[in-house]
């Protein structure tokens, strides 16, 4: 079965650094990755994917995602941090079902907090 | 666009009454329609899903039922709610026939069971 580990509960930044968010999975066949964000009491919003091609994908809010097939790895990553990207970060998997149809599978979430 | 709503976004209900959340996507046709519960602010667990009108499939064994009565409307039931029913329920959307499309989310309904 397809899964996504994220280690780190809780991330902590001081504004204006760089972040990583950590998310390793683990499939079988060619994965296809996912990072949302979700603000208090909201739902989840779609970031960027990586479904093949350049290893760097670029998303929204500045937001990118390094995808390296030989860690099994697929972090977030921002260059300078906002207190505004203060959140809970999930990374996903796809779970084919059958075609035409995908289940996500999630990892447990990080929370980022950025410090002014 | 395509947008998606759910409410209601609170609710507050006593152990035994009945459940019904409801959501809804405007901009599309035949999405594939989720629900899921998020426990503590943590780990989403897949409730149902549904590939077309009438088409459940449930994930896990529970207290809950969904039906899909139109293409773009989904919702989710219980007869009689219990204490382990709270928590954050989200509805999601993805579009049909692409595999490699993302999920996206409504805004969720707080569920409080008293």
């Known amino acids: 079965a397809q899964s996504v580990a994220q280690p780190e509960d809780q991330v902590n930044v001081a504004e204006g650094n760089p972040l990583t968010v950590k998310c390793t999975y683990s499939v079988s066949g060619n994965p296809y990755l996912f990072w949302y964000v979700q603000y208090p009491n909201r739902g989840l919003q779609f970031l960027l994917k990586?479904?093949?091609?350049?290893?760097l994908v670029k998303g929204s809010y500045g937001f990118e995602a390094e995808f390296n097939k030989s860690q099994t790895s697929f972090h977030l990553k921002k260059p300078s941090a906002l207190v505004s990207d203060s959140a809970l970060y999930f990374c996903a998997v796809r779970d084919m079902v059958s075609t035409g149809f995908q289940k996500l599978v999630f990892g447990t979430g990080t929370r980022l907090l950025v410090s002014p | 666009s395509q947008t998606i709503h759910q409410w209601p976004a609170t609710l507050v209900q006593p152990v035994g009454s009945p459940l019904s959340l409801e959501c809804t996507v405007e901009g599309t046709s035949n999405p594939n329609l989720y629900w899921y519960r998020q426990a503590a602010g943590r780990g989403l667990q897949l409730l149902f899903y549904s590939v077309g009108i009438g088409q459940i499939s449930s994930e896990v064994p529970q207290n809950l039922s969904a039906s899909r009565p139109q293409d773009r409307q989904f919702i989710l039931s219980s007869k009689k709610l219990l204490l382990s029913d709270s928590g954050f329920y989200l509805c999601?959307?993805?579009?049909?026939?692409?595999?490699?499309?993302?999920?996206?989310f409504g805004d969720g309904t707080r569920l409080s069971i008293l």
């Open positions: 990586y479904i093949t091609g350049d290893n």
């Open positions: 999601a959307w993805s579009p049909t026939g692409s595999g490699n499309q993302p999920q996206h």
